[in-house]
């Protein structure tokens, strides 16, 4: 119960602390701006695009193609018959 109530607390805080620091807004302006939140550095539109079509390739290579991957690399090898023991 204790850790329950801890963990509640902790949660709390750190929404607390979010909204107080307007993490929404931090984040829309770096996905559609590329301003780095609490500078004014701003990203070029081509390195966000870049960046951007990076991480929806490895989503969707993380989801739709690691199984197959997995499959390959789990198969069981062949044992060799020329090493039998009798």
Not at 75 to 81: E, F, I, L, R, T
Request: proline share 5%; glycine share 4%; aromatic share 8%.
């Amino acid at each position: 119960m204790k850790k329950f109530i801890t963990y509640i607390c902790l949660t709390g805080s750190l929404l607390v602390f979010m909204s107080a620091i307007d993490v929404e807004r931090s984040l829309a302006l770096f996905l559609f701006a590329g301003v780095i939140p609490g500078t004014n550095i701003v990203v070029s539109p081509v390195d966000m695009m870049a960046a951007t079509a990076t991480a929806i390739v490895v989503v969707i290579l993380r989801l739709a193609a690691w199984p197959q991957i997995k499959a390959v690399f789990d198969q069981p090898k062949a044992k060799d018959s020329a090493h039998r023991t009798v």
